[in-house]
């Protein structure tokens, strides 16, 4: 085990996981990339992304260089975990649509499960044990309808030729997208005011033409997006008070 474990220090990064004291590292290897980027993720998961071919001491100096900003992003993290709401379905309880909160209340006999009429939530008190799940259908039908006219004048302003967006559950990212110009986005990102509910779209937009954070991808989010740099700021920090079940 020991002399397994020294073998590998030795040993070119491979895609997986590495122990480097107590962390634990998912090491995602990119081969054009020319440099390691750590990234400490919202559910904690810490991902080192490396060029191809550098050797795992180099990659163990790299994160203990760097331990001090690890515990420190990791400690933010479990902060936020704090702030994120546990919702109730009882009547009263909060719930936020593009950057509003209404109310819920309960209701004996409706039309459809989850309705949003004059400011209020309407739930079938008879689907309250499907609720959560109700609800999250609810924001993807939503989003659906939602943000393929929104995104529009952004996809033509960016020239970023956007095929189709899927609004699912994305774990912890708020959107992605694939080679093909689909773009996918969490149906949290509903709860958004309308202005960070665009800095998602055009984030991902922004990958249509650079799949990577390098500066050429930022430098097309500030072109379609001049004050991207405060919205994503708010984003940080009020996207760790979504509810997220
Ligand atoms: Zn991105």
Redesign the pocket.
């Known amino acids: 085990m020991a002399a397994a474990a020294v073998a590998e220090q030795l040993g070119l990064v491979r895609a997986g996981l590495l122990q480097v004291g107590r962390l634990e590292i998912d090491v995602v290897v990119v081969p054009d990339r020319r440099s390691v980027r750590l990234t400490v993720e919202r559910d904690a998961r810490i991902t080192a992304t490396v060029p191809a071919g550098i050797d795992v001491a180099l990659l163990v100096s790299t994160v203990k260089g760097r331990r001090r900003w690890i515990y420190d992003k990791l400690d933010e993290r479990t902060d936020e975990a704090a702030v994120r709401p546990v919702k109730e379905f009882v009547t009263g309880e909060g719930f936020n649509y593009l950057g509003r909160s209404y109310r819920l209340k309960l209701v004996d006999d409706a039309r459809a499960p989850v309705r949003l009429v004059r400011g209020r939530f309407m739930m079938r008190r008879d689907d309250l044990d499907r609720a959560e799940d109700e609800l999250i259908a609810w924001y993807r039908d939503r989003g659906r309808a939602w943000l393929p006219a929104r995104a529009e004048p952004w996809a033509q302003r960016m020239r970023a030729p956007v095929q189709d967006i899927v609004v699912r559950r994305l774990g912890y990212r708020w959107g992605s997208c694939n080679r093909d110009g689909g773009v996918n986005i969490h149906w949290a990102v509903m709860q958004l005011p309308p202005n960070l509910v665009d800095y998602v779209l055009v ?2 937009l922004a ?1 249509l033409h650079r799949k990577d ?1 390098s500066k050429e991808f930022w430098a097309v989010v500030a072109r379609a997006m001049p004050d991207y740099e405060v919205r994503r700021a708010e984003l940080d920090k009020l996207g760790a008070t979504l509810w997220l079940p």
Request: glycine letters at 0%; proline letters at 0%.
């Open positions: 984030h991902e990958h954070h």
